[in-house]
T-cell receptor, first 111, second 117 residues
Framework: TQLLEQSPQFLSIQEGENLTVYCNSS?????LQWYRQEPGEGPVLLVT?????EVKKLKRLTFQFGDARKDSSLHITAAQPGDTGLYLC???????????FGGGTRLMVKP | DTGVSQDPRHKITKRGQNVTFRCDPI?????LYWYRQTLGQGPEFLTY????????KSRLLSDRFSAERPKGSFSTLEIQRTEQGDSAMYLC???????????????FGSGTRLTVV
């Protein structure tokens, strides 16, 4: 069974703080994606990473893929209340197969 | 295209009843997925279709669950003899494997929230 572990499960911070969310697996991914989900809605794709060591930036969000393609991180700079939500990582181990999701990190940013 | 549509958004049913959910994917997407998500957890894979062919089913999908995609467009997920443990958000997503180059992302619908009482 291929598992994705996310940490922390919950994070409550003040507006303006920085944070990092981690996603780990014992298996090598062919690709990994990060999604954000708001209550009552489906997940929305933020980014896809494919190459080991790859770093992608999306405004205040920085995504990193580990060199061995077994782990990833999401760093948010100067968090805002609008960043509140459930952040999910999801991996594909074999090209063409379905995504397997981690358990998610629930982020709350207080004004 | 308005994205992935799911109907209904909410369903309350009594234990033992059958329910059916519908998903309309993005029209040019040939792959369609069903996931189930319980409160505070990530989505769990149930099944997926490429065109009209059901290519993979999770062991989570008991005999009471069946999914179809008859013409390779919309899909239905039916749960027979519902149980309280079936209460969850049922998410549909679509994607295309026809893009050459970088991996595709999934586009999710807003889900159908099922409550079995």
């Amino acid at each position: 069974t291929q598992l994705l572990e996310q940490s922390p499960q919950f994070l409550s911070i003040q507006e303006g703080e920085n944070l990092t969310v981690y996603c780990n697996s014992s298996s090598v991914f062919s690709s990994l994606q990060w999604y954000r989900q708001e209550p009552g809605e489906g997940p929305v794709l933020l980014v896809t990473v494919v190459t080991g060591g790859e770093v992608k930036k999306l405004k205040r969000l920085t995504f990193q893929f580990g060199d061995a393609r077994k782990d990833s991180s999401l760093h948010i700079t100067a968090a805002q209340p609008g960043d509140t939500g459930l952040y999910l990582c999801a991996g594909v181990w074999n090209a063409g197969n379905m995504l397997t999701f981690g358990g998610g990190t629930r982020l709350m940013v207080k004004p | 295209d308005t994205g992935v549509s799911q109907d209904p958004r909410h369903k309350i049913t009594k234990r033992g009843q059958n329910v059916t959910f519908r998903c309309d994917p993005i029209s040019e997407h040939n792959r369609l997925y069903w996931y189930r998500q319980t409160l505070g957890q990530g989505p769990e894979f149930l099944t997926y279709f490429q065109n009209e062919a059901q290519l993979e089913k999770s062991r989570l999908l008991s005999d009471r669950f069946s999914a179809e995609r008859p013409k390779g467009s919309f899909s239905t997920l039916e749960i027979q003899r519902t149980e309280q443990g079936d209460s969850a958000m049922y998410l549909c997503a679509s994607s295309s494997n026809r893009r050459i180059g970088s991996p595709y992302g999934y586009t999710f619908g807003s889900g159908t929230r099922l409550t079995v009482v």
